[in-house]
C-alpha cells in the first residue's frame, strides 16, 4: 500500500468476521469453519459454509496439504492488532514467506516456528509495509538462540531491485554483521542474501511446489508489483498483492482453493472531506474492486487480509460493502488466522493468539 491516510482504524473488530451466506449454491467443495466459539460471532454463526460441520478440525501435517497463515493483515497503520502484511506458507514440508511487514517475527515465534526455519522469501513490491519487518527478519532470524537458527543463505525472491534491497540492508547492517561474526562466530553463510530477481512466470518450484509471480496492478508508478500463485498437488492459494480491480488476479484466481485479497474501505463522508483518500483507491482495491474479483474469479474461499479501515469503519462496513457484489464464501482475515486446505477443503482456524 502505498502511505495512505489512516483513521484509527483495524482493530475495531472484535474477531474474525468470517462471513458468508450459510448455503452457498455452486460451491462443492466444502469450507470449514473450525473454532466456532471464539472464530464467528452470533452475526454470522451460522457460518463460512455450505454443509459446514460443527466437527473441530483436525490441522495436521498430511502431506498433501497447503496451510496458509497470515502473520500480518494489516496496512502502514502502526496497529497492535493487525500487524504488517506477511503470509506464511506450508506445503510438502517446505515453508514460504510472502511479504515481511512489520511484526513479522514476533508472529513467527508466537507459533514458534524459528526465524531461520522458512525455505524462501517472496516479496510482492517495494513499499515499506511489505519489508519493514525484514532487517529484523534477516537479523534476528541468524541468531543462534532457538527463534533464531539460520544457517543457510536467505534465499529472497522478487522483482527486479531486490537485489540492490539486499545489497543496501548488507551494508546498513555491516557494524553488527562484523561485530557478530568475530564475537559470536556466528556462521557466515546465515547472515549472506541469496536475492533472485525474477520475472512473472515460474519463480520457484521445488519438490512439486512451485510458486508463479504475476503482474498486478498497484497505480501505474508503482510498477513492478506482483501477485503470487503457490500450487501444491492439485491445491492452489493466490495472493492478489497490493492491487487495484485487475484482470489478471481474476485470471490466475480462477479455480484457486483460496484467493486471499487486499481491500481497503473509506466511508463516503471521509473521501467526501478529504480528497487526499481518493488517491488510496486508484492503488488498492475498494470492497467493490475486490468483490468484482472473487465474483469473476470465484475461488472456493475468498479471504482479505492487508485490511484497510479507515475513519471509523468497522469489519461489518466492510462486510455490508463487499456483500453488495460478492455471494460466495468469504473470510475476513486477522493476524494468526490459518487455512488448510485438504482432502476435506479448506478448512479456516486459529492458529495462535495473538
Ligand atoms: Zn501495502
Ligand atoms: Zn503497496
Redesign the pocket.
Known sequence: ??GEPGGPAGGRQAGPAAAAPSSVPGFGRRVLAAGLAGLLGPRVASGVIAGASAQAPQPGESSETIRVTLLGTGTPMPSGERFGNSTLVEAGGQRLLFDFGRGVSIRLWQLRLPLGSIDAHFLT?F?S??LGGLPDLWLTGWLRPPYGQRNAPFLLYGPPGTAQLAQGLRTAFAQDIATRLADERSPEAGIAFDAREVPPGVAYERDGLRVTAFAND?GEL?RP?YGYRIEWRGRSVVLSG?TRYSPEVVRQGRGADLLLHCVTLIPPALLAGNPGYRAVYD?LASPADAARTLAEARPSLGALSHIGLNGEATVEDLVRALRAGYDGPLVVGEDLLAFEIGAQGTVTYRRGRP
Open positions: 500500500m502505498s513490491h513499499h509495509d511489505h498497484h508503482v508489483s497490493d492503488h
